[in-house]
């Protein structure tokens, strides 16, 4: 199985600064990553992922980083936003297609 | 990705019903889960959606008690049966991606009085 967990529950950065949000796995065997936003009263929203064999994806005001050697992810949120406000997760797959979710960091963004 | 919709919204029922969510995606898909949140806590998944065959339950969770049917590529429902106050929760399901991610639906939110 996988074990995801997230360093900080919640995190409140100013209104355009750049907010970093960490995770932890466990098991060395996963292989494929990924970052979901969840609004309130909302199903959690997709926004970036990156394979095992890649160390860092960029997209829009987003790039996530990926450490294999420690287990570990981060998630960068560049000119943070109001909008940006939310729950994160980070998911883990390990094999098949399961996705095991981590706890979540809520996110606040202070205008 | 995927349009996908759940039916209902929310929901409140008694102890000892039954409610079954409806998940409607806008194109045909392979792969479709189901997953449980409870309050203020991370996502769990219940079971595998198996078009044409039984779905495929997670570690804790019985077809007894989350009967799921998939009927076709755009469809699935989840029944959570003999309800009690624990089964309070958002209840999502998710469609697999072209490249093994998954995009979620809006949610059920049930709360079982």
């Known amino acids: 199985g996988e074990s995801v967990g997230l360093h900080l529950p919640t995190l409140s950065v100013q209104e355009g600064d750049n907010s970093i949000i960490n995770c932890a796995y466990s098991n060395s065997a996963s292989d494929y990553f990924i970052w979901y936003k969840q609004e309130s009263g909302k199903g959690p929203q997709f926004i970036i992922d990156?394979?095992?064999?890649?160390d860092k994806r960029q997209g829009q005001r987003v790039t996530v980083l990926l450490n294999k050697t420690v287990k570990h992810l981060s998630l960068q949120i560049a000119a943070t936003q109001p909008g940006d406000s939310a729950v994160y997760f980070c998911?883990?797959?390990?094999?098949?297609?399961?996705?095991?979710f981590g706890t979540g960091t809520r996110l606040t963004v202070i205008p | 990705s995927a349009v996908i919709s759940q039916k209902p919204s929310r929901d409140i029922c008694q102890r000892g019903t039954s409610l079954t969510i409806q998940c409607q995606v806008d194109s045909q898909v392979t792969m479709m889960f189901w997953y449980r949140q409870q309050p203020g806590q991370s996502l769990t998944l219940i079971a595998t959606?198996?078009?044409?065959?039984?779905?495929?339950?997670e570690s804790g969770f019985v077809i007894d008690k989350f009967p799921i049917s998939r009927p076709n590529l755009t469809f699935s429902t989840l029944t959570v049966s003999n309800m009690s106050p624990e089964d309070s929760s958002i209840y999502l399901c998710?469609?697999?991606?072209?490249?093994?991610?998954?995009?979620f639906g809006p949610g059920t939110r049930l709360t079982v009085l």
């Open positions: 990156i394979r095992s064999n890649m």
């Open positions: 998911a883990a797959r390990t094999g098949a297609n399961n996705l095991f």
């Open positions: 998710s469609v697999g991606g072209t490249y093994n991610e998954q995009f």
């Open positions: 959606a198996n078009q044409g065959s039984e779905a495929t339950y």
